[in-house]
Every structure is written in structure tokens, then in C-alpha cells.
């Protein structure tokens, strides 16, 4: 069994800053503070969080959204991965990141329950403040 939820924040960059960051190794490591390795791609896989999370990139429409499948080490061999869509909003402070995450092993409510927020939307805004 699984379920979908929505979560988003506002970050103190342009929604480019943001959709670039995120799809390249160093930017990501450096906003969330967490080794990652982005092949920035359609089809191209990645890894975050020191290896805790892994996928593929699906889709990408260049300063607008980004697809991906994700997994965590928590989720058990049986559940398939869940999918993020991350969608990047220009408004006046910086821009909505609003993340619509899928398929989540309905065990693993701790995404939706901080861990976004914790893990990336805290250091995102920090990352971006100091730039």
C-alpha cells in the first residue's frame, strides 16, 4: 500500500538557482550538506544523502520541474520506488518548491513527516540566504 502528499517551501533564489542546484552534484551536496552525485539528464541516475536516497531523472523542463523516481535504504525490497515531481514557482521572496512525492511505502510517513523540511528546505533556504 502506498500514498501521495505534497510539500513545499519558499527558497531566497530564482527558481533557475534552484532547478540548476538540484541537478548538479556539488550544488546539491552543497545546499543540503550531504554527499550526492547527479548525472543531470533525462535517464541519468543519482544518489543523495550519502548514498540514503537513489533514482533515475524521468523528466526535465528546465527551470519549471523536475521528475524523478526516488528511494530510500528504508524501503524494503518489495516496495517499488515512489516518485517525486518538484516543481519550482517564481514568487516575490524567491521561489515555491513544492515537491508532490507518490507511491511512498505507506509505512514511510516520515518524508511528508519533517524529513522533506528537515532535509532539504531548511539547508535549501540557509544554502541560499548565504549566497
Known amino acids: 500500500m502506498t500514498y501521495n502528499f505534497e510539500v513545499s517551501a519558499i527558497v531566497p533564489a530564482s527558481p533557475e538557482q534552484v532547478y ?12 543540503t550538506g550531504a554527499d550526492a552525485s547527479v548525472d543531470p539528464r533525462v535517464g541519468g541516475n543519482y544518489d543523495a544523502w550519502d548514498g540514503y536516497i537513489t533514482g533515475r ?5 528546465p527551470g519549471r ?8 535504504a528504508d524501503f524494503t525490497e518489495e516496495d517499488l520506488d515512489s516518485e517525486i515531481d518538484v516543481l519550482f514557482e517564481a514568487v516575490d521572496e524567491g521561489t515555491r518548491v513544492t515537491i508532490n512525492h507518490s507511491d511512498v511505502p505507506a509505512l514511510q510517513r516520515g518524508y511528508e513527516e519533517g524529513g522533506w ?10 544554502y541560499f540566504a548565504a549566497s
Do not use: C, K, N
Open 20 to 31: 540548476e542546484t538540484w541537478l548538479s552534484s556539488s550544488g546539491h551536496t552543497a545546499m
Open 57 to 61: 531523472t524521468i523528466a526535465l523542463d
Open 65 to 72: 520541474r523536475i521528475v524523478q523516481s526516488w528511494r530510500t
Open 117 to 126: 523540511e528537515d532535509s532539504y528546505f531548511v539547508p535549501m533556504r540557509e
